[in-house]
Nanobody, 126 residues
């Protein structure tokens, strides 16, 4: 069982920055694929960013160039640095993890992840 605890959400003006953190339990964190997804009211869950073992990263088209995902395998934590935030980035952001080896194309699919955090709200004002 892997537990995920997100933090760092909040209210920010458009153009501002936030950093989300997700602390994970487990002894083999470095082998997990970690992901960030978001969901706004009335919309489908959307892939934001993913990081595989070895720190290979993937980004959704809407955030590429503005967001950066990283991991600290000593602290068992994954981060999402969000810059140049826009009102359309407003959503609940969820951290996800899978300790299972998944194919590269699975990194962007929520179906690939076994464990989810409780979510943290990000609100960007115009």
């Amino acid at each position: 069982q892997v537990q995920l605890v997100e933090s760092g959400g909040g209210l920010v003006q458009g153009g501002g920055s936030l950093r989300l953190s997700c602390a994970a339990s487990g002894r083999t964190f470095s082998s997990y694929t970690m992901g960030w997804f978001r969901q706004a009211p009335g919309k489908e869950r959307e892939f934001v960013a993913g990081i595989r073992p070895g720190s290979i990263t993937y980004y959704g088209n809407s955030v590429r160039g503005r967001f950066t995902i990283s991991r600290d395998n000593v602290k068992n934590t994954v981060y999402l640095q969000m810059n140049s935030l826009k009102p359309e980035d407003t959503a609940t952001y969820y951290c996800a993890a899978t300790p299972t080896s998944i194919p590269t194309y699975g990194t962007t699919s929520f179906r690939s992840y076994d464990y989810w955090g409780q979510g943290t709200q990000v609100t960007v004002s115009s």
